[in-house]
């Protein structure tokens, strides 16, 4: 802030040069500008056709379909509420060089001081434009092989190509480093796939004694990625029907999943993330201490700003995912529960997984990342690449870009139930009930080291509840319906490292419980009998308006969002046309 800026009231130019400056930051809230407000208009198109037929050889039948698809998604994003950091940087500078339609600015003193003729300068309005297409062709064909003493041997195989790519032009002053916005630069990719599979299905036996049915499937699919190379990925599947009622089965998978256009090809760009510095003053634990002055960090550095800009994107050196899984389970239909007074159907549904993915396509979680730099001691250190410090101590740089983290294993369980009662003169009710319950996750970012995040854990916006459960009842009636859901998720527990002293953090080791949550939603549909298809829904969601738990450790909005609702209700109108 030069000391010609007229509104500069120290009497000498505010200099924020890390080694020669006397002006370490600055903040200031341009709240006269409103809030960012963004807008996104898509424009989306799609082409499918193909041919499908059958054939007869002898008694068996044979299927096959031939098909094209082409697609394209067209988006532009407007951002109002940005500004130009080159234009601040010249409303504050040198008054000689403020010249043109350039107003000085007025970064001192409370709200409102900021001017329209000071806002009309510095903001902008950022206009960004992606494009995403993908063409495909598919041809398949089924039928039996041989009979075998339970029944045909059946067969699918088929042949899939797929052109994939996309495309994001940011603006020219995003572009250019000059908007006070996430930075980032254009970037376009593309890559080309061939797929060979078939499934084959064998049943073996039948009518037998406590097997109704037994049945074989098995499967392989080969893939050829333009960018990877060529994979072959297997599954194997049982299914048993004990009785009528009872089946059971299980299933044992490899899986194969590559880099996403945006995983390979996305530009860097930047998140300014709420993270805690382990290496600012006052250091409670002497070791830590000892690390940081080794890692180069001044014994007076005290960080100046809660939010710390880390660079996100792509990475073209990205590796596919892979994956092994295996699936057991049971779906029990009692007889006994079927055409009753009191049920006209019934049914329970266990299921039991356990997948290990490797190579798995993450960035690092920030805290975590920056936790053990600094406990490694050492700059060369896996943890410290990509982050460096001033002379001060400031983190002036943090690389957290798309990588192959080492390994996730995850098992758990899900269980149903639904029930469906006889129709009455007060309509038609049922009820279904679901949930879901993660025994294990944890995730391996190399050989020994873990990743915080496990199950019941919230950490930085994202937590693994051990359960979730929804239950729907429904009620129908001639051209009428209606749903109640209520979803439940567990609770949360978060460490307080960057909230020491917080009234709510009063759990074990520095902790803070989020307790679990209920929502409730209701839905009524109306389908129109004057005209065909015409359905008219109205609803609410989160109906008793029920708010997020406070979350420490989330940024910027106090809770997380990926897995709470916005606070409030929401309610919706929908009409829908089938044609």
């Known amino acids: 802030v030069d000391v010609t800026n007229p509104y500069n009231p120290f009497g000498y130019t505010l200099n924020a ?3 020669t400056g006397n002006l370490i930051l600055i903040g200031r809230r341009p709240i006269e500008g409103g809030p960012r407000v963004f807008t996104q208009n898509v424009n989306t198109w799609e ?7 059958s054939f007869s050889r002898g008694d068996n039948d044979y299927y096959w379909d031939v098909n094209y698809s082409r697609g394209s998604n067209n988006a532009i994003q407007t951002v109002r509420g940005t500004y130009n950091i080159a234009h601040i940087k010249r409303a504050l500078g040198p008054i000689s060089q403020c010249t043109g339609s350039c107003v000085p600015l007025n970064l001192f003193g409370g709200p409102g001081t900021i001017t329209p003729a000071m806002l009309a300068y510095i903001g902008y309005i950022e206009h960004d434009t992606s494009a995403n297409d993908i063409e495909l062709y598919t041809a398949n064909l089924s039928g039996p092989l041989l009979q075998l003493p339970a029944g045909k041997l059946r067969f699918a195989t088929g042949y899939e190509h797929r052109n994939a790519s996309g495309s994001y032009q940011p603006d020219a002053v ?11 630069l254009p970037t376009s990719g593309s890559y080309s796939v061939n797929e060979y599979y078939v499934e084959l299905n064998a049943p073996i036996l039948k009518d037998a004694p406590f097997a109704k049915s037994l049945d074989f499937d098995v499967a392989s699919r080969y893939s050829n990625y333009s960018t990877f190379g060529s994979t072959t990925n297997n599954k194997l599947g049982i299914r048993w029907q004990v009785v009528r009622s009872l089946t059971l089965r299980s299933t044992w998978a490899q899986g194969f999943r590559a880099p996403s256009i945006g995983e390979l090809f996305g530009s860097p760009a930047r998140f300014d993330a709420v993270l805690q510095d382990p290496c600012s003053a006052p250091i409670g634990n002497s070791q830590t201490a000892a690390n940081c002055t080794a890692l180069g960090v001044p014994a007076s550095y005290s960080q100046p700003n809660p939010q710390i800009s ?18 057991w389970g049971a779906v029990y239909s009692p007889g006994w529960a079927i055409g009753q007074a009191w049920s006209n159907k019934m049914e329970f549904s266990f299921n039991y997984y356990r ?5 798995a396509i993450q960035s690092l979680d920030a805290q975590t990342q920056l936790n053990k730099c600094v406990a490694s001691a050492t700059p060369t250190s896996t943890f410290c690449q990509g982050i460096s410090r001033n002379a001060t101590g400031n983190i002036n740089g943090f690389n957290n870009t798309l990588r ?4 996730i294993d995850t098992s758990g369980f899900d269980f149903s139930f639904t029930w469906q009662l006889p129709a009455t003169s007060w309509g038609r009710f049922a009820n279904h009930f679901g949930t879901t319950y993660v025994n294990r996750y944890r995730q391996q970012n190399s050989p020994g080291q873990f990743n915080p995040r496990g199950v019941g854990v919230e950490v930085n916006d994202s937590g693994i509840p051990r359960w979730r459960a ?15 859901r209520l979803r439940y998720m567990s609770d949360l527990t978060e460490r307080c490292d960057a909230a020491v002293g917080f009234p709510i953090c009063n759990g074990p080791n520095n902790t803070h419980h989020l307790g679990a949550v209920t929502y409730q939603d209701v839905r009524l549909n109306w389908r129109v009998p004057y005209i065909k298809n015409l359905d ?36 919706y109108m929908q009409a829908s046309l089938k044609f």
Do not use: H
């Open 470 to 484: 929804v239950n729907d009842f429904t009620w129908s009636m001639g051209n009428w319906s209606a749903d109640w």
């Open 310 to 327: 880390v660079t996100t994107g792509g990475n073209r050196n990205l590796q596919p995912e892979t994956s092994r899984s295996l699936t």
């Open 174 to 184: 995003v572009v250019a480093g000059e908007s006070n916005g996430v930075p980032s």
């Open 536 to 571: 008219i829904s109205a609803g609410i969601n989160n109906l008793l308006a029920k708010d997020p738990p406070v979350c420490l450790s989330c940024s910027l909005n106090g809770y997380d969002a990926s897995n709470y609702d916005l606070p409030g209700r929401f309610a």
């Open 404 to 407: 192959n983290i080492g390994r």
């Open 17 to 19: 040069n890390p080694s």
């Open 47 to 53: 082409f499918a056709t193909g041919l499908t037929g």
């Open 355 to 359: 997948i290990t993915i490797r190579n």
